[in-house]
């Protein structure tokens, strides 16, 4: 061995020695078991219910063949576009009220604690019991209200001042005016609470600095309380939208889609479609299209909404 | 670390397979028997008396089975829902053993039901005693028995005779007094024509029926929109119409879909007539007291005078999908003891305050009969028909009843809604199919 190679060796001794990275030295493996729960629980249905959507399988009968005939079915029935209708009206004004009132009532409990006024937290609470009770329990107690015989709440008080009896649940429209109130009443709540978060999160020296500047309420509004929530908001506005997109519980405790189908949400029609009619395939056609319509929905909410909250 | 690991898993798998073992050794000792069951129907049945009864039943079968251990399973309370899923599970090879199914629904089961023939004449018990429309059901397309029908119902018209002396036997007359009781501060008749089963089966089917409508052919395929049959259907409705248009059924009975809607309307006491099921004789008679005493019990009116009456039936019946003989012996041993045997039936339905379905359990020592038991009977015997139980049904009465809810809201017309109906029901067949 030379005097060179033996300088070589050593060299190569005193660097340190450098370890071959492998995939389990990364953070991949650790996302597998999430990666394997989302697949089965996510994933998986999703895919199930793609594949269904194109059958005409059914609960009573073994074995399908493979058709279009669900979506034709769902698109061109008389009952289409009263769903579509109705969801539409349902989810818009639902989500509207929603939004303004749970921004309204978040707003009076935070310059409630400013000014340091008594029983804000029981307000605060009672409020997010209306988004704890379930949908169909809702959808009993605004049945009692809405009753039409003597026996209902609200049409016996409209009674004493000489109004009505309102047909709240046998009208067609008025069911889906009662179905649409009922569910602001019930997301109103959970719609609170993130506003009150968001109000929380407006900084006080900004805003202490718009008083002294000489802004007014509604400047202050405008300008700054506004545009700090507006990350907050928009998460509220998806939340809330799908959430009522997909409410169907309330709907068939209050007026099982009728009467006729003037109530009838797009949720409301998949659980009529499966579990009623025991039709698999034009249930899962009628799902994919509500999974379609969420995820539109979202990708416009976060294009349009999320893109105006960055410039401002 | 790694040597911990591989010593941990192989004690794991050790001790799986220790337990796999120790369960394969008592299995042998003791079978299972799967039951499936409303909770209605189980130990766990919200009535105490109902629960201490079937709990009871089911410690004597241990009792008496030592070699059969019993698994209950409870049905979703959504009857459309628990039947699926119990056809999911016949379809998919996992049926339970034993379970509860909706009368009219047996035969869609029957090719995975065992035939109860056998079992039947050993325990003495004879087809032809149980209700004619009962029968018919349980009965199969080759002859055998294929389920045992516990409990039944039927639907009448229910009417204060301090208000109205003669019932109404058709619907000009219901008319003619639901207008008459109206002046007297009474409302017209209460009736379910909104979303809902009870709506079919109590307000169109028995109208429909007594004309000579049929839902669906003898291949079970739709049939109530063409020829007869649509014209049937659409009196049917267009009768219903008229009685709105008059005043005689309020417009608000569109958002009621269910026979047990009228029992709030009765106890505000200002009801003077309702359509219900047999069922609820025991709840106006809880609810009422003594004033109760002014109610009474008649046939349906129908379209027409000399229409031939006709009603509904439902109820309960067993299934035993077993294929081990030992298991369907011990099946049907705890079904004919707890709940079709002369004692069993005559003491479970009258817990439950349903009607038995086996003709001879009505004159029985173990039968208390509930109020208007005579009249029942012979609705059963005489007018009672159960709904047909193809696969087509279940989609045929949800548009039925969104249909007539559509007329009594207003926003369809009769023929309109019936034409719907049979569009949405028929899509995609051929117009020689329809």
Not at chain 2, 58 to 70: A, C, G, L
Not at chain 2, 77 to 98: F, W, Y
Not at chain 2, 261 to 284: C, H, K, P, R, Y
């Amino acid at each position: 061995m030379s005097v060179h190679d033996t300088a070589v060796s050593q060299d190569k001794m005193d660097r340190p020695l450098k370890k071959k990275k492998t995939v389990w030295d990364t953070p991949y493996p650790w996302l597998i078991p999430l990666l394997v729960i989302l697949t089965a629980v996510f994933l998986y249905p999703i895919i199930q219910i793609v594949h269904l959507s194109f059958t005409d399988a059914n609960m009573i009968q073994i074995g399908h063949d493979y058709t279009f005939e669900s979506y034709l079915r769902m698109f061109t029935l008389p009952g289409f576009i009263p769903m579509i209708s109705a969801t539409g009206f349902f989810v818009f004004f639902s989500v509207i009220f929603q939004l303004i009132c749970g921004f309204i009532i978040a707003l009076l409990i935070v310059q409630g604690e400013k000014m340091k006024l008594r029983g804000t937290v029981v307000v605060r609470t009672s409020v997010l019991v209306a988004w704890a009770i379930p949908g169909v329990i809702i959808g009993v107690i605004w049945g009692m209200l809405y009753n039409e015989t003597d026996a209902g709440i609200i049409n016996y008080m409209l009674g004493i001042a000489g109004i009505g009896p309102i047909p709240f649940l046998s009208d067609p429209t008025m069911a889906l005016l009662s179905v649409t109130l009922a569910n602001i009443w019930r997301g109103t709540a959970f719609s609170m609470i993130l506003m009150y978060a968001g109000l929380k999160t407006v900084s006080k020296d900004l805003i202490e600095a718009a008083i002294i500047d000489g802004a007014n309420g509604f400047q202050r509004m405008k300008s700054i309380i506004l545009p700090a929530m507006a990350p907050i908001m928009l998460v509220n506005l998806i939340i809330i939208s799908i959430d009522t997109f997909n409410t169907f519980d309330m709907v068939m405790a209050l007026t099982s889609g009728g009467p006729g189908n003037s109530t009838e949400v797009i949720a409301l029609s998949i659980y009529t479609a499966i579990f009623r009619e025991f039709n698999l395939g034009e249930g899962a056609a009628t799902a994919v299209m509500l999974l379609i319509i969420n995820v539109v929905m979202t990708i416009i909410y976060l294009k349009v909404l999320g893109r105006r909250g960055q410039v401002e | 670390m790694k040597k911990t690991i591989i010593t941990g898993i192989t004690c794991l798998m050790l001790a799986g397979a220790a337990g796999c073992s120790g369960e394969d050794s008592s299995a042998k000792d003791q079978d299972t028997l799967t039951w499936l069951t409303t909770s209605g129907y189980s130990p766990d049945a919200p009535s105490e008396g109902t629960a201490d009864y079937i709990s009871e039943k089911v410690q004597k079968f241990e009792e008496t089975h030592p070699d059969m251990n019993m698994k209950i399973s409870l049905q979703s309370s959504n009857i459309d829902e628990a039947m699926a899923r119990l056809l999911e599970q016949a379809n998919t090879g996992r049926a339970p053993d034993m379970a509860a199914i909706d009368g009219y629904m047996l035969d869609r089961y029957m090719e995975y039901l065992q035939p109860l023939d056998e079992l039947m004449e050993e325990r003495g018990l004879e087809p032809n005693d149980f209700l004619p429309f009962a029968e018919e059901v349980i009965r199969g397309e080759d002859g055998q028995i294929y389920g045992l029908y516990m409990s039944t119902d039927t639907r009448m018209l229910y009417y204060n005779k301090e208000v109205i002396e003669e019932p109404p036997e058709t619907w000009e007359e219901v008319i003619e007094v639901s207008k008459e009781v109206q002046k007297e501060g009474y409302q017209g008749l209460v009736l379910p024509v909104g979303i809902g089963e009870g709506t079919t089966v109590t307000s169109i089917l028995p109208l429909f029926w007594s004309q000579g409508g049929e839902l669906v052919d003898e291949a079970g395929n739709p049939s109530f929109g063409k020829g007869k049959n649509r014209e049937a259907m659409i009196k049917t409705f267009d009768t219903l119409y008229r009685a709105r248009e008059e005043g005689a059924i309020s417009k608000r009975m569109a958002s009621s879909g269910q026979e047990n809607d009228a029992n709030g309307e009765v106890a505000a006491g200002n009801t003077a007539m309702f359509l219900g099921g047999s069922w609820q004789a025991a709840t106006i008679e809880e609810t009422l007291g003594d004033d109760f005493e002014n109610w009474e019990v008649a046939s349906l009116p129908m379209i027409e005078e000399g229409d031939e009456t006709a009603s509904s039936a439902g109820g309960w019946a067993w299934g035993i999908f077993a294929e081990d003989p030992e298991k369907q012996e011990a099946a049907f041993d705890f079904l004919m003891d707890s709940f079709i045997s002369e004692q069993g039936m005559g003491e479970f339905t009258s817990l439950q305050g349903s009607l038995p379905a086996r003709e001879s359990v009505y004159d029985s020592e173990y039968y208390d009969p509930g109020p208007f038991n005579d009249e029942f009977l012979e609705s059963l015997e005489t007018e009672a028909r159960a709904r047909p139980g193809a696969p087509s049904y279940n989609e045929i009465s949800v548009q039925l009843q969104t249909s007539i809810s559509q007329v009594i809201s207003g926003s369809k017309e009769p023929e309109q809604a019936v034409d719907d109906a049979w569009e949405i029901v028929t899509f995609g067949e051929s117009e020689d199919d329809k």
